[in-house]
């Protein structure tokens, strides 16, 4: 079985400050991680995604991940926040094997403050 | 065209009314995708079509029916449903059905039931 744990619903941070989403794993198997984003009122886009390769994944909009397996984490990061990055995170988990279905974290809700 | 085309973006019918959803995409993907989604909730899977097959029903009432006439649409029928459904209906799709999670989604549908 597989889940993913994201730890704040809510981050607030300033503009040009950084961001840190977090985000904890568990599957039985090597899992390939991503990382979706949701704008108000639209579909959801991939902004990253981990599928053992690089440990460090960069992904759009100046986004990354690092992979960590010892403490099963996922976490979402960027230097510097922008206004546009308001929205909400998603951290997805897919353990490779079965019925090939993706299981979704809660959400993390991200506030940016001018 | 990398787009997932979700029409109408906005719906609003009785608890007797027949209604359709539909969905485009013209990216060659074989493995077509619904997921509801409740507000503050991540989006839950409902049906999977592979090569325009059902592959997955994760045990949606028959309240909801999905159609797959092509590779390039999927439908989604609705007929008989309760306030409870009223949600945003989000069409997906990907190249094939596999674990991946490369996911692309529409802007979805916005249902409510009155």
């Known amino acids: 079985a597989q889940s993913v744990t994201q730890l704040d619903s809510h981050v607030s941070v300033s503009e040009g400050t950084p961001v840190l989403l977090r985000c904890n794993y568990s599957?039985?198997?090597?899992?390939?991680l991503f990382w979706y984003v949701q704008h108000p009122n639209k579909g959801l886009q991939l902004l990253l995604k981990?599928?053992?390769?690089?440990?460090l994944v960069k992904g759009i909009n100046g986004f990354e991940a690092e992979f960590k397996k010892s403490e099963t984490s996922f976490h979402l990061t960027k230097p510097s926040a922008h206004m546009s990055d308001a929205a909400e995170y998603f951290c997805?988990?897919?353990?490779?094997?079965?019925?090939?279905?993706?299981?979704f974290g809660s959400g993390t809700r991200l506030q940016v403050q001018p | 065209d990398t787009e997932v085309t979700q029409t109408p973006k906005h719906l609003v019918m009785g608890m007797t009314n027949k209604k359709s959803l539909k969905c485009e995409q013209h990216?060659?993907?074989?493995?077509m995708y619904w997921y509801k989604q409740k507000a503050k909730k991540p989006p839950e899977l409902m049906f999977v079509?592979?090569?325009?097959?059902?592959?997955i029903n994760e045990s949606v009432p028959s309240r909801f029916s999905p159609e797959c006439p092509n590779s390039s649409l999927l439908n989604l029928h609705l007929h008989a449903l309760q306030p409870e459904d009223s949600a945003l209906y989000l069409c997906?799709?990907?190249?094939?059905?596999?674990?991946?999670?490369?996911?692309?989604f529409g802007e979805g549908s916005r249902l409510t039931v009155l």
């Open positions: 997906a799709s990907s190249q094939e059905w596999t674990n991946t999670g490369e996911l692309f």
């Open positions: 599957s039985s198997y090597s899992p390939s």
């Open positions: 981990y599928t053992s390769a690089a440990t």
């Open positions: 997805v988990v897919s353990d490779r094997t079965g019925r090939r279905a993706l299981t």
């Open positions: 990216m060659g993907h074989r493995a």
């Open positions: 079509y592979s090569y325009e097959k059902l592959s």
